[in-house]
Structure formats: structure tokens, C-alpha cells
């Protein structure tokens, strides 16, 4: 292509695109990096507000918004549809949105905080884990577990299995035992117990957390 990469900005009807040639528009949300279409695609199906009307918004809705400038603040950098996934658990009714009494803000920036600092948490471990244990998770765990969780296990482990089998709990439990295996004394486990702490309006039940997991010998 010559380092040509945008040749044009097209617009057909709701559809907007950058593509060399604009005659083949590719399916929607399909995109290539690199290539003969650098497409990004999207349906418009309402009209963009401003930031003061998504507040407006919200508030119609009956969310708590305490302090104006921080809620713009956080908006403007992460967006409204990225922090909806976090308000989500707060609504009353999924078809008018509308929120549950008390519900506040910043709880929802709590929320993704958490959130935030919970994958930093994880993706730190996992990259660990995939290192050392890309072959060997599978060959030791198929045969002994199968799809099960495991009620024995060599090391430290847990005994309450009374969570929810697809809940975040069961998986952290892996991760935690998996890296204490290859990184004795590591910080996995504290870390969870104080980011867990340092965010008392998030509860823990909600991944799936026993009421007596901080009593669990891999938690201690």
C-alpha cells in the first residue's frame, strides 16, 4: 500500500468508516490494524449527549451523585457505558434503568476501582503462573479433578465448598494455591485480604466469597 493507510473518511447513512476503498464496507465491528481496510464501524442509534446531560441523567434515574465535579471527572476519562457495567448491580429495573433508594456514585466509582486493582492482582499472578505452569496445570489437574474443584490437595487448601461453582471465588482459590506452589511466600493472598478490606462496600458474597473464607487455611 505504499505506507498509505486512510485514504478516506466515509459516511453511508448510520455507518461511518476509514477504509481505502469505500465501495466494500466490511460488517459491523469488524477492524483490521493493518491491511487494505483500517475499519472502524458502529450503528448510531442516539443521539450523543454531554457529559452535564449523562449526569442529568443519572440523577433522573435516582443515582446519588455527591460530588458533581468528580462524577464529570470520571465520565470524561472512562466513559458512560464502560462505568454502566458497574451500575448495573445498583438498578432497580433493567428496562428503565432506574436505581435502587440510596444508591450512590461513588460507590460506583468504588466499584471500579476495585475492580481495577483486582486484575492488576490477577494478571500479576497469572503471568507467573503461565510461565512455569503452561504444561503442567493440565497434565496434573485433568486426570486427579477432571471439571471438578478439587476437595483435596496437597499444601494448603480450602474446606467450605458451599460457593457458587462459576462464581470469581473458586478461580481466585486456583490462582492462590497455584502460585503459592511456585512462589512460596508470596503477597497473592494478602493482597486479596486487603484490597477486599480497603473497599468495605463491596461485598465479597457477591463473587462468591463463604461468609468464613478468611478463616480458609490458603487464606491465612
Not at 483490521?32 to 454531554?50: C, D, E, L, N, R
Not at 503471568?127 to 479433578?145: H, T
Amino acid at each position: 500500500m505504499g505506507g498509505i493507510f486512510l485514504k478516506d473518511f466515509c459516511e453511508n447513512e448510520n455507518y461511518a468508516y476509514f477504509c481505502i476503498d469505500k465501495s466494500r464496507p466490511l460488517p459491523i465491528r469488524t477492524a483490521y490494524p493493518a491491511g487494505p481496510f483500517f475499519y472502524v464501524g458502529m450503528i448510531y442509534t442516539k443521539q450523543a449527549i454531554s457529559i452535564n446531560e449523562q449526569i442529568d441523567v443519572l440523577r433522573q434515574r435516582g443515582l446519588i451523585i455527591e460530588d458533581e465535579t468528580k462524577a464529570h471527572d470520571l465520565l470524561e476519562r472512562i466513559s458512560y457505558f464502560r462505568l454502566a457495567d458497574y451500575w448495573r448491580m445498583m438498578e432497580a429495573d433493567r428496562g428503565t434503568h432506574e436505581f435502587k433508594p440510596g444508591s450512590r456514585f461513588s460507590t460506583v466509582a468504588d466499584y471500579y476501582a476495585f475492580d481495577k486493582q483486582l486484575k492488576v492482582l490477577l494478571f500479576s499472578a497469572i503471568q507467573v503462573i503461565e510461565i512455569a505452569m503452561r504444561s503442567k496445570v493440565i497434565k496434573y489437574f485433568a486426570p486427579v479433578a477432571g471439571p471438578m474443584m478439587p476437595e483435596r490437595q496437597p499444601g494448603k487448601w480450602i474446606t467450605d465448598f458451599s460457593f457458587p461453582k462459576t462464581s470469581l471465588y473458586p478461580q481466585l482459590c486456583c490462582i492462590a494455591y497455584w502460585i503459592n506452589s511456585i512462589q512460596p511466600g508470596n503477597s497473592f493472598a494478602i493482597d486479596i485480604k486487603s484490597l477486599i478490606c480497603n473497599h468495605p462496600e463491596i461485598n465479597p458474597a457477591f463473587m462468591g466469597f463463604p461468609a468464613s473464607w478468611c478463616n480458609e487455611p490458603l487464606w491465612k
